[in-house]
C-alpha cells in the first residue's frame, strides 16, 4: 500500500523518448530491470569501495555495496508507504557513475578535468544512464524515468545544474537551482548509502587487518551494541567468537538506525503531511535519522574516516591508484586511438577520454596502465 506522498509509477514525469509501457511491469520496474542489465551494473562487481578489487575476495565491491543500499531501502521504504520499485532502482544505479579505485579514482579524475568542466561521480551515473549505455536502437543511454533520473542525480554542483537546466529545462537538475528536495524514495536511497557503508566499512575494515577490534570499540556507538550483544550472549566474548561479535554488534547497529529513521520520518510526515509526492519535494528534508542518531553516526564515520580511509596503506593504495588515472588520461588525450574505437570516433577529445577512463573496471585500468606506460602498479 503506497501513501499519498509516495512516488506513483502511473503519475510518473515520463521518459525523456516517449514509449509505449510495458504490458507487465510499470515503469519504475522497467527502470530496475534496464539498470540489472546494463553493462555499468555489471561492471560495479569490479569497482572498489573501499578495498581495491584484487585486494581480497571477500570485501565489498560496488556491486554488493549497492545490493546492500537496495536492501536496506527497501526494507525501509515497505515500512514507511513508499514506493518500493523505484527505491530499489535507484539503489541499484546510485553508483553506476564511479570511477575505479574508489575516491582516489574520482578525485584524480577531477584534477585531470579541472579545466574541461571537472569530474562528477553523481553527474557521470546520470551520464551512464542518460548517454552512454548503448542498447536500444532509437536512443542513447537506458531511458529511465524522471523519478529515477532525479534519485540518481544526489549532488550537483550549481554550475553543472545550470548547464543540465539548459539541455533539459525543468528537468532533474532544477532542483539545485530551487532549493527542493527529491521525491521521498531518492531521500531515503541516501540514508540507506550512509547506513550500509558505515557498517560494512567496519566489518571490511576489521577483516583487512587495518583496523583492530580494540579500535571500533572506543567509539561509543559501536560500544554500547557490543555491550548489549555480550550481555545477551556472554559465549561471544570467547576469541573463536570474535567474528560472530562483530557481526551481532554490526548487526543491532544497522537495525537501531533503520528504526532510528522510520520512526523520525513518520514524525516529520506527521508534521509535515504532504499530499502528494511534489508536496514532500517542497517540505524540505523529511527522510532523516534523529538528531542523537545522526551526532552518533556522525562519530563512527569521523572514525573510519582517520583510522580507516586514512590508514597509510589505503592512502599508499590511493596515490597508486591516482598516478594510474593522471597517467591514462595524458596517454589516451595524446594518443586517443588507443582508447576503444567508440571512445577514440569522439570529438570531444577530454570528456571521452574521461568518460572511458571512469567505466573502467579498477583491473581494466591497471591492465591498461601497465599496456601503456610498461610500469606495473597496483597488482
Ligand atoms: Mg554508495
Known amino acids: 500500500m503506497l501513501e499519498v506522498f509516495a512516488c506513483d509509477p502511473q503519475a510518473s514525469r515520463g521518459r525523456r523518448y516517449q514509449e509505449a509501457p510495458a504490458p507487465t511491469r510499470n515503469a519504475f520496474q522497467r527502470d530496475r530491470d534496464r539498470i540489472v542489465h546494463s553493462t555499468a551494473f555489471r561492471r560495479l562487481v569490479y569497482k572498489t569501495q573501499v578495498f581495491l578489487n584484487h585486494e581480497g575476495d571477500l570485501f565489498r565491491t560496488r556491486m554488493t555495496h549497492s545490493l546492500e543500499v537496495a536492501q536496506l531501502g527497501r526494507s525501509i521504504a515497505r515500512s514507511l508507504g513508499l514506493n518500493e520499485d523505484l527505491v530499489e532502482a535507484i539503489a541499484l544505479a546510485h553508483d553506476l557513475g564511479h570511477t575505479p579505485f574508489g575516491h582516489a579514482g574520482q578525485d584524480a579524475l577531477n584534477e585531470c578535468m579541472q579545466d574541461h568542466g571537472g569530474f562528477e561521480h553523481n553527474l557521470q551515473s546520470l551520464r551512464v544512464v542518460d548517454q552512454l549505455e548503448e542498447r536500444y536502437p ?3 543511454g537506458l531511458n529511465l524515468s524522471f ?7 544526489k549532488h550537483c554542483s550549481k554550475r553543472n545544474a545550470v548547464q543540465l537546466e539548459l539541455q533539459e529545462p525543468g528537468g532533474v537538475a532544477k532542483r539545485f537551482i530551487d532549493g527542493t528536495q527529491p521525491s521521498l524514495e531518492a531521500q531515503l536511497c541516501n540514508l540507506a548509502d ?10 571490511d575494515g576489521v577483516r583487512s587487518g587495518l583496523i583492530k577490534l580494540a579500535q571500533v570499540q572506543e567509539v561509543p556507538f559501536f560500544a554500547h551494541y557490543r555491550l548489549q550483544a555480550v550481555e545477551q550472549h556472554p559465549a561471544l566474548l570467547l576469541p573463536e567468537r570474535a567474528r560472530r561479535l562483530l557481526y551481532e554488534t554490526i548487526r543491532r547497529m544497522l537495525s537501531d538506525q533503520v528504526y532510528d529513521v522510520i520512526a523520525t520520518t513518520q514524525a516529520n510526515l506527521k508534521k509535515a503531511a504532504p499530499l502528494s509526492a511534489d508536496a514532500a519535494r517542497r517540505c524540505g528534508p523529511v527522510l532523516a535519522f534523529s538528531d542523537s542518531m545522526r551526532s552518533q553516526t556522525q562519530e563512527l564515520k569521523s572514525f573510519l574516516f582517520s583510522q580507516l580511509y586514512r590508514h597509510p596503506q ?35 577529445a577530454p570528456r571521452a577520454v574521461a ?3 571512469a567505466g573502467m573496471t579498477d583491473r581494466f585500468a591497471a591492465k591498461e596502465h601497465e599496456r601503456l606506460t610498461g610500469q606495473r602498479l597496483l597488482s
Not at 523519478?147 to 542525480?153: A, D, H, M, W, Y
Not at 593504495?317 to 570516433?345: C, G, I, R, W
Open 314 to 348: 589505503v592512502v599508499q593504495t590511493s596515490t597508486q591508484a591516482q598516478t594510474v588515472v593522471h597517467e591514462l588520461f595524458n596517454v589516451y588525450t595524446k594518443n586517443p586511438h588507443e582508447m576503444s574505437p567508440d571512445f577514440s570516433a569522439r570529438t570531444e
Open 355 to 357: 568518460d572511458y577512463i
Open 138 to 140: 532509437d536512443f542513447d
Open 194 to 203: 550512509a547506513i550500509a557503508y558505515n557498517a560494512h566499512d567496519i566489518d
Open 147 to 153: 523519478e529515477t533520473r532525479e534519485g540518481i542525480l
